[in-house]
Nanobody, 118 residues
């Protein structure tokens, strides 16, 4: 059974930074890529960023490009999201996810709250 556990969320002022971490466990855990999604109150969950585990190739939503950086540590089965220049509109629950096919994400964490005050 695969488990993803996020940490690092919290309350920060606009312009500040946070670093989210996601630790994965499971004997058969071998996804092609890991990603971050977020869901703000009253809105659909949206894609934030993803990274391919083997190549390190990254992809970002336009709304976070240049401000957020996704990285991974394959030895630790971990993925990180460095969030800089945070804006109030970045407020959301952030979810870590993993995919075996670069299509549908197969595994999801429980989420961590990020709140950016103006």
């Amino acid at each position: 059974q695969v488990q993803l556990v996020e940490s690092g969320g919290g309350l920060v002022q606009a312009g500040g930074s946070l670093r989210l971490s996601c630790a994965a466990s499971g004997r058969t855990f071998s996804p092609i890529a890991m990603g971050w999604f977020r869901q703000a109150p009253g809105k659909d969950r949206e894609f934030v960023a993803r990274i391919v585990r083997s190549s390190g190739n990254t992809l970002y939503a336009n709304s976070v490009k240049g401000r957020f950086t996704i990285s991974r540590d394959n030895a630790k089965n971990a993925v990180y999201l460095q969030m800089n220049s945070l804006k109030p509109e970045d407020t959301a629950v952030y979810y870590c996810a993993a995919t075996k096919t670069l299509g549908t994400y197969d595994y999801w964490g429980q989420g961590t709250q990020v709140t950016v005050s103006s």
